[in-house]
């Protein structure tokens, strides 16, 4: 491949990448993006967020009908094809990143696949995937480089029986026995699956509850819920071994509740995921990368290098797809001399866990402890029709408001559909509307979404649906 | 490779989508610092938006007759022989937000103050062989923390260069609108007025006509100048209730005085004329009578006394009336004056005015002395609250108590702002003007 130049090189074409790339070229500027895997879209359409659901969508739709068997509707087991499961998931998959490389084409945006690090503040050499390498000089530049799983140490290396979030998605077999190290969102998500599809699921997690960080009220659900269905959840519990033996791994726990040694068919890594900063040859560009490996950026994406940009997990946390989306808009808009900002006063988080958590803005626990004096309504899912008719009742809303302006500052959610239902305390939260604000706002009745007005009402103290003694 | 450059508009003053009315170079010209770039027709005024470095041009942003606003790319510029390694960012790029180390945080307008000032340092052009600046980063505050106003509005503010924290909302709950916003960047003295007229649902259209029924008819546009101050001249006749005061002053000393210089003055290549003593005449009523030196608030409840005495001087140029504006007249000298006014009607009439030369006004003088005429009524330049008109000087027989003897009478015409200035305080000003004209010894008091 000859040398290549680019106006806008971008590196990495994972949703921020391919965001910023794809803004940038509608603005005018002649754009690069280099990737090194074969389809773009990186971790979230190809090893993440797209896959997972397809197969969180599976599992869903085994747990309802074994829901509905207690109320007059029985189908049986159902019969599982792993072939057939995957095949339709990587058909999702194909679909998407198919419209991605369309959506490049039309844009005129190169693409260039291979492994690329800095050789200098204005150059960047590909590795190519078909062999070979190329340069590609560039005026202005985006670091998109993403983030990878972290790994233990103590692990045995290269036993297939040991897994990473990548390695759980391609669904090669169902354990009998699973242990998930790691009580976070994608070790939750990746154990509703594989419960679902008939493992039995052990969950270990280093702090005291799951999801760690997360308002207590909004996992109790969730915890209540899975204790019950997986074999075991050791929180306070540390993994302090694993030995690989024939029979299976067999793994040293340290934790109040948990076992000396237990042994399973799996193991799924879901510690937390690295940022590649230190990847990418980032000081031959005299980008200042941290220990971590996070690249830091001003509002405007800016590295300390007035020229390159950098976006996504590799800038910090939260490393979510939909936040990598926004600062590439941010950076390709500021190359093209408009004067954005990444300014969100809310970024969303989902869990697709069964029960979905879902939350944005300031949790209880960060306003108790900055010591910000809120308000909160919360309305219990059991008092509402439309959760009940779903076949469930232990969801919450529950909306924080600042006490002085009384504007919605944070929002968190359980239940089925969180994930969807969070979207209107965003945008309550980006437009500074007041319990009033959604209070009055008539919410379709009956659906899920009508508890964020109910709990905005019980705020309010115009709630009907609840009796709730006077403030 | 050489750093690419973006020159654009840079903050001239307070204008926005103004027309690009020349081009000076085109791709590949190689410019030194200074060049003209591009040439803006603003305000009735022209200006050059010159090269910040040495360089080569590179792709054009702009074509004639684009509108632009501050911040509007113009073009690149390849800034000769440049290939070094930027130095790391600098708060200067992005001012952080205010925290409690910071001295400023307390006071928010000092805050915004010292933001916009490091926000200024940032929109500089670089030295030759610097890195490329985008001034992008410069245009705004961060975050706007804490303001009641929506993303888009968010957006919407930075595109313009508006600080959202110093402004007050009007939506519900004092949520900053878009029209908010938009209102904001047109100023305090441009939108109350706007906002009167849309509030009463505007003024009678005059029906059109088709004139070509009664006879053969021309349609030939308005010059740029003219399309330019009708809608501030027609602001001005709405808003500001107006009143004449009409008098005279017999400057027949005066005259005899002003040709006495204007000789001497020949000879050093400019005029001494009566607008130079109208000048020093109205500077000095200005003081005795403050209240000509004021504007109304936006909220037209106090006063906003001036105690600078800046005079716009209405000058006629073949493309039509601009107003150019002598400042400090109160330091300055009949010669001097004559002087700066000589020099400031020629740039006027040449359209070589810079924006500076036309703001900052606190009284205007219109002048029809060369023409004749026994008096007519000068609209007030709003915000500013009076305007003297003046008409030809006439050699009058005036009865001086036993006999009548020929004196040279100026008619005067001093329109006022009602809501500010009443007819008796008009007449003492005026009265005050044409004592003070009458001997030119109390003028070099």
Request: aromatic share 4%.
């Amino acid at each position: 491949m000859e040398n290549q130049t680019a106006e806008v090189l971008v590196l990495g074409g994972g949703p921020g990448g391919y965001t910023a790339a794809f803004r940038a070229a509608d603005l005018g500027q002649r754009v690069v993006l280099v990737d090194r895997e074969e389809a773009l879209g990186g971790v979230c359409l190809n090893v993440g967020c797209i896959p997972s659901k397809a197969l969180l969508h599976a599992a869903k739709v085994i747990a309802e009908t074994k829901e509905m068997s207690e109320h007059g509707i029985a189908f049986g087991a159902p019969a599982i094809d792993l072939d057939q499961l995957r095949a339709w998931k990587q058909g999702v998959v194909g679909r998407l990143t198919g419209g991605l490389a369309g959506l490049a084409k039309q844009r005129k945006v190169t693409t260039i696949r291979g492994y690329g690090r800095f050789t200098s503040p204005r150059q960047l050499r590909v590795e190519l995937a078909e062999g070979g390498t190329t340069t590609v000089g560039f005026e202005q530049a985006i670091i998109a480089a993403g983030s990878e799983a972290l790994t233990l140490p103590f692990m045995p290396a290269s036993d297939p029986r040991v897994i990473d979030s990548t390695g759980a998605l391609e669904l090669t077999e169902i354990p009998r026995r699973l242990l998930v190290i790691g009580g976070g969102i994608i070790g939750l998500e990746m154990a509703t699956v594989y419960h679902e599809l008939g493992a039995n699921i052990t969950v270990v997690e280093l702090l005291d509850q799951l999801i760690p960080g997360t308002d207590k009220d909004l996992i109790s659900p969730l915890t209540k819920r899975i204790t019950r269905q997986y074999e075991n959840i050791y929180v306070k519990t540390k993994v302090t071994g694993v030995q690989a033996g024939p029979e299976g791994l067999t793994v040293s726990f340290d934790g109040p509740k948990a076992p000396a040694t237990d042994t399973f068919d799996r193991i799924l890594v879901a510690v937390g995921r690295s940022p590649n900063g230190k990847l990418i040859g980032a000081e031959q560009a005299g980008v200042a990368v941290d220990d971590r490996g996070f690249i830091g950026v001003s509002k405007q994406m800016r590295t300390n290098v007035e020229h390159i940009f950098a976006i996504g997990d590799v800038v910090g946390q939260p490393m979510l797809a939909h936040k990598a989306m926004h600062e590439g808009k941010v950076a390709a808009e500021v190359i093209a001399g408009k004067n954005s900002f990444f300014d969100a006063r809310a970024i969303p988080s989902v869990a697709y866990t069964d029960p979905e958590v879902a939350w944005a803005g300031v949790t209880e626990n960060e306003a108790r402890a900055a010591g910000v004096t809120y308000g909160k309504g919360v309305f219990p899912w059991a008092a509402s029709g439309r959760s009940l008719t779903l076949g469930r009742s232990e969801g919450l809303t529950k909306v924080l408001f600042d006490e002085e302006s009384g504007r919605v500052i944070g929002c968190g959610i359980t239940g089925p559909n969180a994930g969807e239902l969070i979207a209107e305390a965003v945008l309550a939260i980006e437009m500074g509307a007041d319990a009033a604000d959604i209070a009055l706002s008539i919410h379709p009745h009956p659906t899920l979404s009508e508890t964020v007005g109910l709990a905005a009402e019980a705020f309010e103290g115009t709630i009907t649906d609840l009796y709730l003694p006077r403030r | 490779m050489a750093a690419a450059t973006e020159v654009s508009v840079p903050d001239l003053g307070d204008f926005a989508e103004v027309p690009v009315i020349e081009i000076h170079v085109a791709a590949g010209d190689v410019v030194s610092a200074e060049d003209p770039l591009v040439t803006l027709e603003s305000d009735k005024a022209t200006m050059d938006i010159p090269a910040p470095a040495a360089g080569t041009v590179g792709e054009l942003r702009v074509k004639v007759g684009d509108l632009v606003s501050r911040g509007s790319p113009l073009l690149l510029l390849e800034v000769g022989g440049t290939d070094v390694e930027p130095p790391p960012l600098t708060d200067q790029q992005e001012p952080p937000a205010p925290d409690a180390a910071d001295p400023d945080a307390a006071d928010p307008v000092a805050a915004a103050a010292s933001r916009s000032a490091a926000a200024a340092q940032a929109a500089m052009p670089a030295p030759a062989g610097g890195p490329p600046v985008t001034a992008v980063e410069a245009g705004a505050p961060d975050g706007f923390e804490g303001v009641h106003a929506g993303p888009g509005v968010r957006r919407l503010a930075r595109e313009l260069g508006l600080d959202l924290s110093v402004l007050s909302g009007t939506g519900p709950k004092g949520r900053i609108t878009k029209e908010d916003v938009i209102a904001g960047v047109r100023g305090p003295a441009a939108s109350p007025a706007d906002a009167v007229v849309a509030a009463v649902g505007g003024i009678p259209e005059v029906p059109a006509q088709d004139f070509s029924k009664f006879g053969p008819v021309e349609v030939r546009p308005l010059s740029r100048i003219q399309r330019l101050s009708g809608p501030v001249l027609h602001r001005s006749w709405l808003n500001v209730p107006h009143v004449t005061q009409n008098d005279e002053a017999d400057i027949t000393d005066l005259d005899a005085y002003r040709r006495e210089l204007d000789a001497a003055a020949k000879t050093d290549g400019y005029r001494v004329t009566l607008l130079a003593f109208l000048m020093k005449a109205s500077v000095s009523a200005l003081r005795e009578f403050p209240k000509f030196n004021s504007s109304l608030t936006p909220t037209k409840d106090a006063l906003i006394y001036k105690s600078y005495y800046h005079l716009g001087i209405a000058v006629d140029t073949p493309e039509g009336l601009v107003v150019p504006v002598i400042r400090d007249v109160d330091r300055k000298g009949i010669t001097e004056l004559s002087a700066e006014l000589g020099a400031v009607s020629a740039r006027a009439r040449d359209g070589k005015l810079d924006l500076a030369d036309l703001q900052g006004a606190c009284f205007t003088i219109s002048s029809l002395g060369g023409i004749g005429g026994t008096s007519f009524t000068p609209i007030v330049n709003a915000p500013e609250v009076a305007i003297l008109g003046v008409v030809r000087s006439k050699m009058t027989p005036v009865w001086d108590g036993s006999a009548f003897v020929p004196r040279l009478m100026l008619p005067v015409s001093l329109s006022y702002d009602h809501r500010v200035i009443d007819g008796a305080l008009a007449a003492r000003f005026a009265r005050y003007l044409c004592h003070l004209l009458e001997d030119v010894r109390r003028l070099v008091l």
